[in-house]
C-alpha cells in the first residue's frame, strides 16, 4: 500500500513482486438514538452492513534504483441497510433504507533511490467515486382526531472522477530507524453526475396532498482534502519495531449535488489524527503486530441547516500476524473499530440523535518476491 500511503517507500522494495490484499469479513452496525420522534417519544434504528471484497493489487517492478508500480486500489466500500417497524403512541411504521459508496483508483507510481538512504516517489490515479442512497417510510398516525397515511420515499445517486495524486518522501538514515513523509493535495474534478428524485403522499379526511421533487442529470461532486502524514519506524530492540504516525487533514468545503434538497455544502475542518503500532519478530518466519489509531472527526458541529450530516469520533484496534519465507509473504489481521458522536435528522433545529458505530473484521495481505 506504499503506492497510495508513502510512494517514497517503493523504492526500497527489494526485489520486483505482485502483492495483493482483500477485506475477507467486514461487519458494522450504527445505533440511531433517536432516529423517528412524534409527540415528544422517540424510537432507536439500528442499520448493519456486511461487504466482502477485495481492496488491493499491486504489480511492483524494479530496475536497480528506479521503481515503478501499477496498482488497482478500492480504497472504501461501504453497504449497509434496515427493515424496522416504528411502533409509537399515535403512530406506527415501516421504515426501509439502504446506502452503498465505494471509490475505485486505477494508477501508476515511480519511485527511485538515492546513496541507499533517501527515495522520493510520486503516484497518479485515475478514481470514480459512487453513492446510492434510498429511504422509504410509510405509516399512519393520529392529529388530532383525524388519522392520516403517509408514504415518503427519496433516491439519490450520483458518481465523480477525479485525478489524485500523492507525493511521498522515505529517508532510512540508520538500520533502526526510518522515517517518512507523504502529501496529496485536492483532488482534480474531471466529471460528475448524479439523480435526486423524492416523494411524499400525505392522505387526511378524505383528502390528498402529494409533493414530488425529480432532478435527473444534476452535477455531482466529490473532493478529497489535501493530506499531510508523516511517520517513524523504529528498531527499539533487536526483535521489536515500533510504528508512529500522524495524518493532518486540511479543511474543504463543498457542494455534493448543487440545489438538490439540501443547499448546504459539506463543511470539513483541519484535523489531527494519529496512529501507532508495534511489531514483534519471533524469528526469520513468524512475526506479531498490534496497533492503535485515534481518528477524531472532520466534520465541525452539526447544524440544522444540513439535514444529514454526522459527526463521529472513533477509535481504532489492530492485530495481526505474518509469515515470510524467500519468495510469499502473507499477514492475516483482525480490527475492531468503535465511534460516538452525533447527527442532524433533518433540517428542523435540535433535531439530533446520537449516533454509535461498531465494527469488526479481518484483512489477508499476500506478496511474491520474484
Known amino acids: 500500500m506504499a503506492v497510495l500511503f508513502n510512494p517514497g517507500a517503493l523504492g526500497f522494495v527489494e526485489k520486483s513482486k505482485i502483492a495483493l490484499s482483500g477485506n475477507l469479513y467486514f461487519n458494522m452496525s450504527s445505533d440511531y438514538e433517536p432516529l423517528v420522534r412524534f409527540n415528544g417519544e422517540g424510537q432507536n434504528v439500528r442499520i448493519s452492513g456486511f461487504n466482502s471484497v477485495p481492496n488491493s493489487a499491486v504489480s511492483i517492478y524494479k530496475w536497480g534504483e528506479t521503481t515503478l508500480a501499477i496498482s488497482v486500489l478500492v480504497p472504501e466500500y461501504y453497504q449497509s441497510g434496515v427493515l424496522q417497524k416504528i411502533n409509537l403512541t399515535g403512530f406506527n411504521a415501516v421504515i426501509q433504507f439502504d446506502t452503498r459508496q465505494q471509490d475505485l483508483w486505477l494508477g501508476a507510481s515511480l519511485a527511485r533511490v538515492w546513496r541507499e538512504k533517501y527515495g522520493l ?22 392529529i388530532g382526531a383525524n388519522q392520516a397515511t403517509s408514504s415518503s420515499i427519496s433516491h439519490t445517486e450520483g458518481a465523480a472522477h477525479s485525478v489524485e495524486t500523492v507525493l511521498g518522501f522515505f529517508w532510512k538514515p540508520e538500520n533502526w530507524l526510518s522515517t517518512g513523509v507523504k502529501f496529496s493535495p485536492p483532488g482534480i474534478r474531471l466529471q460528475g453526475s448524479g439523480t435526486y428524485y423524492s416523494s411524499t403522499v400525505i392522505t387526511t379526511a378524505g383528502a390528498q ?12 461532486f466529490y473532493q478529497r482534502p489535501a493530506q499531510l502524514s508523516a511517520g517513524v519506524q523504529l528498531q527499539v530492540l533487536d526483535q521489536w519495531k515500533w510504528y508512529v504516525d500522524l495524518n493532518m487533514q486540511f479543511p474543504i468545503a463543498f457542494q455534493e449535488m448543487p440545489a438538490v434538497a439540501s443547499t448546504a455544502s459539506y463543511n470539513m475542518q483541519t484535523t489531527v489524527r494519529a496512529s501507532t503500532g508495534l511489531e514483534y519478530q519471533i524469528n526469520k518466519t513468524w512475526s506479531v503486530l498490534s496497533g492503535f489509531a485515534y481518528l477524531p472527526s472532520a466534520v465541525p458541529a452539526i447544524e440544522p441547516r444540513y439535514a444529514g450530516m454526522a459527526r463521529l469520533t472513533a477509535f481504532l484496534v489492530t492485530a495481526g500476524v505474518i509469515y515470510s519465507d524467500e519468495h510469499v509473504r502473507t499477514g492475516l489481521g483482525a480490527f475492531f473499530i468503535t465511534a460516538q458522536g452525533g447527527i ?6 435540535n433535531n ?8 469488526l473484521g479481518a484483512l489477508l495481505t499476500s506478496s511474491y518476491e520474484f
Not at 497518479?124 to 410509510?138: D, E, K, L, P
Not at 396532498?209 to 455531482?220: F, G, M
Open 121 to 142: 516517489g510520486f503516484s497518479v490515479f485515475g478514481t470514480r467515486y459512487s453513492s446510492y442512497n434510498a429511504m422509504s417510510i410509510a405509516g399512519s398516525y393520529v
Open 209 to 220: 396532498s402529494a409533493t414530488t421533487e425529480d432532478r435527473p442529470d444534476q452535477r455531482y
Open 344 to 349: 442532524q435528522i433533518d433540517a428542523t433545529a
Open 352 to 359: 439530533t440523535a446520537n449516533l454509535g458505530l461498531t465494527g
